[in-house]
């Protein structure tokens, strides 16, 4: 379970451009949550990731992860068992290094050991094994470099080296977004069958409205670092991209001026 207690964010404190972006934040994900996030920009969504990951100190607060209080951790010591996926498919992966050379880094930084490659017989065919799992034929290109790779099987790679050792928390940052509409739904079909198969609490940033409310078992939105709607259930299985935006405009009252357009798609 994760556990957000009271978390505050100010960026350039003391300075005309002060901005508060959370004030005595607070969340609960439970085990096995799937859940999307939405917002306009400048909500604090992928802020909001930042601080989970340790790229961000939060200004108050505590982060709690299955009862480990984690908030003082580095963001290197966090990546032994947080996973993250970002936006753009060149973050995650080392081009110059082959695919089996990329795994073997994921493996052994979830297993704390060394930077070395660690490859032995057994530890290609785990790899083989969790490649083909991705149905992209890379299982056979074990020794291919990264940056000959699509976009598409560099993201699904980046996925798979989140998720190779069934990390306690998997971030997504807008992970399918930089892609092109098909390999996109390919990237987001692989994310629910691996997420699923290994029930990893998730959280998923996003700014299609269609795959927040397609994707996951609970949906929340943010506004200026704040949770507006928090859905899930029958009723998020029951809604639309108008009846979500429906519900944005009544917790916004009169103050509305969401960017629809960018929400929608």
Known sequence: MLKLKNICKVFNANTVNEKHMFSHFNLSVFRGEFVTIIGSNGAGKSTLLNI???VLAPDGGRIILNGRDVTGLSEHRRACFMGRVFQDPLLGTSPNMTIEENLSLAFNRAHN???GWGLN?????????ALAALQL?????????????????????TLLMATLTKPQLLLLD????????????????LTERIIADNGITTLMVTHNMENAIKMGNRLIMLQEGKVILDIRGLQKSRLSVSKLLEMFREAQGSDFSYDEAL???
Request: hydrophobic share 35%; no cysteine; glycine share 10%.
């Open 121 to 129: 017989p057994r530890l290609r065919e785990h790899f083989r094994g």
């Open 52 to 54: 989970i990951a340790g």
């Open 113 to 115: 050991t060394s930077l």
């Open 263 to 265: 929400l929608a798609h």
């Open 174 to 189: 807008e992970h399918s977004a930089a892609l092109d509409p098909n390999t996109a739904v390919q990237i987001n079909d």
């Open 137 to 157: 034929g890379l299982e056979g290109r074990l020794n291919t470099k990264v940056k000959y790779l699509s976009g598409g099987q560099r993201q699904a790679l």
